[in-house]
C-alpha cells in the first residue's frame, strides 16, 4: 500500500528525522507498528509568513517496496572504436554531450585547454595567495569548468531544454547525494563537485571515450562551409563526424578565432556590475524573520531581487545573480590584467558571510562607440571594465570595494568591513572606473531593493568589483530545429559559451541535446 500526503510544517518538524518519521507515520493513518517506509520526494522553504514553513511531499509505504528514486547507474556502452565526435570543452555542456554520445554508440574525444579538476587546485591556490593568473587554468578553465569551483546551484527555469530529472539522476549516479532529487532549490557545493566531475570523466575513459587535459584549439580545419576538425596548439590534427563546441563563457580567444576564421558570431547583450557582500546572519534575519541565529535546522538563506530603473528614457533591470549562501567570493579573472570576481559555497553553506552578483542588464544599444567591434562589441566593453577594475584595485588580484551606502552616496569608503575575499580589498570610489550608466541605474536601486528586503541597503554591507562573466557576451548561431551553426555545416555550438545555456543544468541539458541532433543527422 502506498500513500501520499503533503504537508507543511516547521523546520524542526521537517528536518528532525525521527521527529520526521513520526509525524508522517501518524498523519498517514497507518499503524505504527506495520514496517513503513517513509520517503520525501519534494522539499521547499515557504518564508513569507512569520513562521518559516517547510512544504513537504512524502510517500509511505506499506507492505511494499517503494521504486528506487533513480532508474539509471554508471553502465555505458563501449565506443572505443566507434566514430569520433570531437567535443571542445570538459564543463557541464561538454561533459554531458559526451556522456550522450556514449550511449548514442559514438566515440566523444573532449578536448580541454586547462587541467584535470584535482591539478587545477594548484592554480587557484596561486591566483588566491600569489595573485598569479594562469590563463589556461583558473576558476573558468579546467576540467569542470566554471561550474566546478561555484555554489554547484541546480536550480534552472530551463526545462523545455530537456530532460531535467535525467540530469539529475546522472549526477546522483556519480556521487551527487539523492536530495538534489528532493529539494526545490538543489545545490551540491564547491567542495563535492570536483569528486563528481571526476567521476564523470572516469564514466567517459571508462566506455573508450577520450579526455584530452593541456590541450586547446587554435584553428578550426574547415572546407567548404564545413567543419572536419580542429588544430591543437601542439599543432595536432584532430577529426571526428561533428564539432560541439562548448567552451564557456570566457573563452575569448574562441570568438576571436572563429571571427578571424569568418564563422558567423554576433555580439550578444549581458549584464555587469559588481558582487554584495552582507554578513549572512543579516540576511537570516530579514528572510526568516529571526532576530537572531535562524537555529540549527533552517539552511542559509539566500535571496532574489530584481529592481527596474529607468535613467535617459530607458529601462534597465538591477538584479541579483548567482547569489551564494554562506559563501565567499572568489578571484575570477582567466587573463592577466584583469579582475573579476565571483561566488562560490561549499556544500554546508557554513559561511559567514552571503554575497550575490548585483548586476544591469546591458544591452547593445547602451554600448555606443563599442559598434565599431562588432561582433566582438560586448566583448571588449567587458574586458575594458575589467581591466580598469585591474588598475583601480593596485595592478594585482586585489579587488577595488566600497561600502554600499558610501557608493550610492558617491564618497570613498574611510575603511572597509571584513570580507570572504582571499586577495584582499581596496577602498576605492567605485563610481570612478564603472561606466556610468552601470553605477548610476546600481545606486537607483540599492535603496530600492530596502524596500523588498528591510535592511539590506546598510553600510555594514560591502560591494566589491567587477561581477563581469554573467554570461557570454557572444552568441554562435545556430538553427532552433537541428542546433547546427547557421552557416558551416557539422559544427554545434554549446551551452554558455555559445549563448544558449545559463548555468550548471542548462547546460548539461543543452549538451545533450546537441550530442543528439549530431548524431541523428551525421551519425547513421
Known sequence: MKKELQLALSPEEAYNEALFNKIVAEKSGLSPHQDLIIRATKRSIDARGRKVKINVTVEVYS???????????????????????????????????????????????????GKDVRSRRRDLAALNKEHIVNPDSNYCFGEGGAGTYSDGKLYTRSKKRGDLRRI???????????????????????????????????????????????TKVTEFILENDSIKGVVTSEGEKIFGLGVI????????????????????????????????????????????????????????????????????????????????????????????????????????????????GMV???????????????????????????????????RSQVAPAQRVVDFVKNRQSQDLPSTSYQPGLKSVNLNDFLPDYISK???MALPMMDKKMKGYYTNEAQIVGVESRTSSPVRIPRSKESFEHLQISRLYPCGEGAGY?????????????????LIEKYGR
Not at 572504436?81 to 555542456?93: H, Q
Not at 581591466?387 to 583601480?392: P, V
Not at 545555456?501 to 541532433?517: F, L, N, P, T, Y
Open 63 to 113: 507492505g511494499q517496496t517503494p521504486e528506487p528514486l533513480i532508474s539509471r547507474g554508471k553502465d555505458y556502452p563501449n565506443v572505443s572504436n566507434s566514430d569520433p565526435i570531437v567535443i571542445v570543452g570538459a564543463g557541464p555542456a561538454g561533459l554531458f554531450a559526451a556522456l550522450r554520445a556514449i550511449e548514442l554508440g559514438k566515440k566523444p574525444i573532449v578536448l580541454e585547454r
Open 168 to 214: 539529475m539522476e546522472i549526477l546522483v549516479a556519480h556521487g551527487a547525494k539523492e536530495d538534489i532529487l528532493v529539494e526545490a532549490h538543489p545545490h551540491i557545493g564547491t567542495n563535492k563537485l570536483p569528486l563528481l566531475i571526476t567521476q564523470l570523466r572516469e564514466s567517459i575513459l571508462e566506455a573508450g571515450g577520450e579526455v584530452l587535459f593541456n
Open 245 to 356: 563546441l562548448a567552451t564557456g563563457h570566457s573563452a575569448r580567444d574562441i570568438f576571436h578565432l572563429l571571427h578571424r576564421q569568418k564563422v558567423l558570431i554576433e555580439a550578444k547583450p549581458f549584464a555587469l556590475g559588481v558582487r554584495i557582500e552582507h554578513e549572512q546572519k543579516l540576511i537570516d534575519s530579514i528572510q526568516y524573520h529571526c532576530q537572531s541565529d535562524r537555529g540549527p535546522y533552517l539552511p542559509a538563506s539566500s535571496y532574489s531581487l530584481v529592481q527596474q530603473t529607468v535613467l535617459d528614457g530607458k529601462q534597465r533591470g538591477v538584479f541579483s545573480f548567482c547569489m551564494c549562501p554562506g559563501g565567499f567570493i572568489v578571484p575570477s579573472a582567466s587573463s592577466p590584467g584583469e579582475v573579476v570576481v565571483n561566488g562560490m559555497s561549499p556544500s554546508r553553506r557554513d559561511g559567514k558571510f552571503a554575497n550575490s
Open 360 to 394: 544591469v542588464a546591458v544591452e547593445l544599444e547602451d554600448l555606443g562607440r563599442y559598434g565599431q567591434y562588432g561582433p566582438l562589441a560586448s566583448l571588449v566593453f567587458q574586458q575594458e571594465v575589467e581591466q580598469a577594475a585591474w588598475e583601480a584595485g593596485g
Open 441 to 443: 541605474r546600481l545606486a
Open 501 to 517: 545555456a545559463g548555468g550548471i543544468v542548462s547546460a548539461a541539458m543543452d549538451g545533450e541535446r546537441c550530442a543528439e541532433k
